[in-house]
């Protein structure tokens, strides 16, 4: 698999649209962080680490609020053929601060938010609103 994280939001923007109330995919510290992000974030309802064999799995639990996800739309931005960096000055809004960027930097793995306060760039990995 050449992009994990692509994988990642594929495989729950598949489940999002198929009306799925759990998706599993592989784990991996990347992948851990990006789910903790849009658990504080309230995209989604709950998650948990399975350590099962090597690499483990995530278990994420989709947020409907009456039957619509709370997950507009997931969108990868940086790709392994295409790298987009942002300085803590240029970094992007998503819907004029309504959704999110989330970005790995120095310091980990936050939304476009954060960064700002703590005044760090890095590689915009998605955007999720």
Known sequence: ????????????????????RVVEVPASNLKKELTRI??????ILNY????DGPQGTIK?????????NAIKA?????TPGLRKYSSHK?????LNGLGI?????????MTDKEAREQN??????????
């Not at 948990?48 to 350590?51: A, G, I, L, N, P």
């Not at 240029?90 to 998503?94: A, G, Q, S, Y």
């Open 1 to 20: 698999m050449t992009d994990p994280i692509a994988d990642y939001l594929t495989r729950l923007r598949n489940a999002i649209s198929a009306g799925h």
């Open 38 to 43: 849009l658990f504080e974030q309230g995209f």
């Open 48 to 51: 948990k680490f399975e350590q």
């Open 60 to 68: 994420i639990a989709l947020k409907y609020v009456n039957k619509v």
């Open 74 to 78: 997931l969108g990868r931005i940086s």
């Open 90 to 94: 240029d970094l992007p809004r998503v």
């Open 101 to 109: 960027a989330i970005i790995s930097t120095s310091k980990g793995v």
């Open 120 to 129: 760090v760039g890095g590689e915009v990995l998605c955007y999720v609103y």
